[in-house]
């Protein structure tokens, strides 16, 4: 018997980890990521929390806080699952798009993540979900692009051009399309990050019209070496179920490896050895793998078990295996395929059912890359050889890989294209697409969760001549849906149908940053400190800046004096002058630097608000007049950088132009209402004169 330590390997890693940005990545830009099985918790508090660097637990008062203001700041932020499994509440910041792919499943697992300086890819076998990423036996490959770094560059335009093959199965709507803008973006941003040539990893892609991953592989062997590899090491969960005629995958590699007299096959699986040595082995795969034709295969065949309760800290721990690897040797050459393909038809690309998957296949030579083919050829599972008659083993596989999450929910019929949030007058309004001819059940109705009566009914659809598009006006005061639920006539269950916003301006702000006052806004914007940690702080006194200490030490602070004219003017001035200081990553911190809680519009109104409230007419037109002409003077001195990873100067400026025109407009309006002549004159003269001619520069 042989028998490999299970302590922990060299370069095993806990999955999550692979979330959180390198030293030196700068700012998020964007994440995309394709799973099978999803949870949507999962990925908003561990995968993303990781991703933007937030710090607050999500069962903290600050988490909505700082989620928001991370969030808000990012361009794209998605996830790609298959549409039997796509469902779950989230927040709106980010967008769940279901997939469809016909007669096969979305079962590759690709993680892309985007920073100023940084390019993360990582292709493997884990779900994103609590057992994929936290309990399971999994593997998975990372590619790091960055300045100098060694990641090949051949691996990258296959992976991004696969991605958007996938985000075009879900079509045009605006979910698709901010995925394929970040997908351009790194594209571009990366095209000088890492090395020429292969370094030795190629991607192999499985979809419906592309080659085999068997024939993908004996394509790449061959360029390397003429000879037929030696020996094969399957690791794999799940293979062709018992009843099919042909195992297909198992034929085809026996004929690939049979020319070579001295052949063998590890097939690495799950098993239950039994308690006495008489006792029966239950081998969880198919019996196919141990039938053979002496005529295609004189070949060895040798069964290991996974070992798939190693011991931590002396407990043994239930680590179920889900990794999915074919090792080759031979030739002087190790080489490992590792991904999301098991070693079944569907999952190899060989039947008429065909999955989208993705792998990485590596390759080492045994003289010049010792370490690394070391690596390859220890494989990435820990096993014991199975030994016994094989006369007494039960197979018993697991079933297909279909059903690896277990008991299903329906899937959202085809003809419920897409929902859409948008803006409307008074609120926001639901945009419903229907296909008929994709197929919608008879007696469909479509709910918000948990709530009655339903928002859409099949009936009266019909009845109004089945039109392609339904718009449903969600009022003001409703808490936004991210999701609605689908029922028919005899679904044992509603199907999930997840929302996605028009554009992220649609979102208003958490509870706690509407509205805000003057003072509070000012805080906030002359604080370098996150702002969640500023609001909470300010409003609770933890700040340093309480008033009755200041009163103990300085007599002048016993007079408020934020009420003064010329004092309000210095603090706003002050605050201001910080809008212009800080680089603008991406078009979603733009909306959010200019148009979100704490912009200049924000600013603007809450100027508005609080002069509105003094007794003095007069003086309150007076005070709006000269403050909002300031804040329009702030902003035309803004000189946004312009080289990358910041957004083009030009856009950035078209952007402020605007608001500079709309804060304009409403000092113009206050300055009407004002008595003194000079005061007008300074407004309607000398500062449109002073922020026209800045903006005629910007323009120039």
Request: glycine fraction near 8%; hydrophobic fraction near 40%.
């Amino acid at each position: 018997m042989r028998h490999r330590s299970s302590r922990q390997r060299e370069g095993e890693r806990v999955l999550l980890d692979l979330w959180q940005p390198p030293d030196g990545a700068g700012s998020p830009i964007g994440c995309l990521a394709s799973s099978y099985t999803f949870s949507a918790s999962l990925f908003e508090e561990e995968c993303l929390a990781r991703f933007m660097g937030i710090e607050s637990d999500p069962a903290s008062r600050d988490w909505l806080i700082e989620r928001e203001e991370r969030m808000a700041a990012v361009d794209c932020m998605a996830a790609l699952v298959d549409a039997q499994h796509c469902r779950g509440r989230r927040s709106l910041r980010w967008d769940l798009l279901p997939v469809r792919v016909g007669n096969g499943i979305l079962h590759a697992k690709i993680w892309l993540m985007l920073w100023n300086h940084h390019l993360r890819v990582v292709v493997g076998s884990a779900n994103l979900t609590e057992e994929g990423c936290r309990k399971n036996q999994e593997v998975v490959g990372v590619l790091d692009y960055r300045e100098n770094s060694s990641a090949p560059r051949n691996c990258l335009s296959p992976l991004l051009g696969f991605l958007r093959d996938i985000v075009e199965l879900q079509g045009e709507g605006p979910a698709a399309k901010r995925c394929q803008s970040l997908l351009v973006r790194a594209q571009g941003m990366s095209r000088r990050w890492g090395q020429a040539g292969d370094g030795g990893v190629t991607p192999v892609l499985i979809a419906p019209g592309r080659q085999t991953a068997l024939r993908q592989l004996q394509r790449r062997w061959g360029r390397q070496t003429k000879a037929q590899p030696q020996m094969a090491r399957v690791i794999s969960p799940f293979f062709d179920p018992p009843e099919a005629r042909l195992n297909a995958p198992v034929k085809a590699l026996r004929k690939w490896l049979s020319p070579n007299k001295q052949a063998r096959i590890e097939w690495c699986v799950s098993a239950d050895l039994p308690a006495e040595p008489s006792g029966t082995t239950h081998i969880k795969a198919p019996q196919s793998l141990l039938a053979r034709d002496e005529r295609d295969w004189q070949g060895d065949d040798v069964f290991l078990r996974v070992i798939e309760n190693p011991k931590e800290n002396g407990i043994p721990q239930p680590r179920p295996l889900h990794a999915k690897a074919l090792g080759l040797s031979g030739g002087g050459w190790e080489a490992m395929m590792i991904g999301s393909s098991n070693f079944t038809s569907a999952g190899l690309g060989m039947g008429r059912r065909v999955n989208w998957e993705a792998n990485l296949f590596y390759m080492a030579n045994r003289r010049s890359e010792r370490k690394r083919a070391k690596a390859l050829e220890r494989g990435v599972v820990d096993t014991e050889e199975i030994i016994g008659d094989r006369h007494l083993w039960q197979w018993a596989p697991h079933g297909d890989e279909a059903g690896e999450a277990g008991s299903q929910l329906p899937i959202l019929p085809a003809g419920f294209v897409r929902a859409v949030l948008a803006q409307a007058e008074g609120g926001h309004e639901l945009r419903l697409t229907f296909d008929v001819g994709k197929g919608m059940p008879e007696g469909s109705e479509v709910f918000a969760v948990n709530d009655e009566p339903p928002l859409w009914r099949m009936v009266s659809w019909q009845e109004q001549g089945s039109p392609s598009k339904v718009v449903i006006p969600w009022p003001k005061d409703r808490g936004l849906p991210s999701g609605l639920e689908v029922a028919w006539r005899d679904a044992e269950a509603r199907a999930w149908w997840p929302v996605e916003v028009k554009e992220q301006r649609v979102l208003p702000p958490p509870a706690a940053l509407r509205d805000l006052d003057i003072d509070t806004l000012l805080r906030l914007l002359t604080s370098s400190r996150p702002l969640h940690r500023v609001l909470f702080g300010w409003h609770e006194g933890v700040t340093g800046d309480d008033p009755k200490t200041r009163q103990m030490l300085d007599p002048h602070a016993r007079v408020d004096t934020r009420h003064f004219f010329l004092q309000r003017v210095r603090r706003a001035s002050w605050a201001l002058s910080c809008l212009r200081e800080r680089p603008v990553p991406t078009d979603s911190a733009l909306d959010w630097r200019l148009h979100g809680p704490i912009g200049p519009r924000s600013v603007a109104r809450a100027l508005i608000r609080e002069t509105e409230r003094l007794e003095d007419a007069d003086l309150a037109a007076a005070e709006q007049a000269f403050m909002l002409a300031e804040l329009a003077l702030e902003l035309s001195y803004l000189q946004p950088q312009d080289a990358p990873p910041a957004l083009p100067k030009k856009k950035v400026l078209a952007e402020v132009a605007q608001v500079i025109k709309w804060v304009m407009k409403e000092a113009g309006r206050a300055s009407d209402a004002v008595t003194d002549k000079g005061l007008r004159k300074y407004v309607a003269s000398s500062v449109r004169r002073e922020v026209n001619r800045r903006i005629r520069e910007w323009k120039a």
